[in-house]
């Protein structure tokens, strides 16, 4: 069965530093990936995706990330946090459903805390 | 509406209580999922809806908790006999078509802002 780690919690940044988040993923197939935001009471905005090709993704807000197989990681980086950033980042592992879909499988999430 | 709808936005149900939580997808959308999110934690899988058939349910933590669509928009999730260890965020998503039959991921998911179900 598919997994992520997330293996930090909390992460505390100063506005206008880089950020990189961690994101381990154990899957037995070709992986689609995902990182996902939420900001308090609200649902999970797409924040960007991997499924084939370049191993460097662009996605919204400035965030990028790379696909490691041999590390089996996909971390999300930003090179200047804004304070606007502070929320919560999820990374996501897609496994194939019946109907033609996936099903992402959530990390437990890291909560990024930005300071002024 | 421009996103996902959930209703309604808090529910505090007295354990052993029957809850019924829905969702509104964006129209249109074929593939519709819920997610439990305990608080501090990631969401869980429960269940999964390709228009109106459930293909996969196996998130599901007990025989407690149901979910259907009947006519391949609204869902409604429910769960008899309340626990408080149901106590979570209900998310509610949907995506246009499945993934994969496109071949190019660009059909992703939107979630709804959730249900926070509280079990006293």
């Known amino acids: 069965a598919q997994s992520v780690t997330q293996p930090d919690i909390h992460i505390t940044v100063s506005e206008g530093a880089s950020l990189e988040l961690r994101c381990n993923y154990s899957y037995g197939a070709t992986p689609y990936l995902f990182w996902y935001v939420q900001s308090p009471g609200q649902g999970l905005q797409l924040l960007l995706k991997?499924?084939?090709?370049?191993?460097l993704v662009q996605g919204i807000k400035g965030f990028e990330a790379e696909f490691k197989r041999s590390q089996s990681s996909f971390n999300l980086r930003k090179p200047s946090v804004h304070w606007s950033d502070a929320a919560e980042y999820f990374c996501a592992v897609g496994a194939r459903a019946s109907g033609g879909s996936y099903i992402p499988t959530f990390g437990r999430g890291t909560s990024l805390i930005v300071h002024p | 509406g421009a996103g996902v709808s959930q209703s309604p936005r808090y529910k505090v149900a007295k354990r052993g209580q029957d809850v019924a939580l829905r969702c509104d997808p964006i129209s249109g959308h074929v593939s519709l999922f819920w997610y439990q999110q305990a608080l501090g934690q990631g969401p869980e899988f429960l269940t999964y809806?390709?228009?109106?058939?459930?293909?996969?349910k196996s998130g599901l933590p007990s025989d407690r908790f149901f979910a259907e669509r009947p006519e391949g928009s609204v869902s409604t999730l429910k769960i008899q006999r309340t626990q408080q260890e149901d106590s979570a965020v209900y998310l509610c998503a949907s995506s246009l078509v499945p993934f994969l039959l496109l071949g190019t991921g660009n059909s992703p998911l939107h979630f709804g802002n959730g249900t926070r179900l509280t079990v006293t």
């Open positions: 991997y499924f084939s090709g370049d191993t």
């Open positions: 809806f390709q228009n109106e058939a459930q293909l996969d």
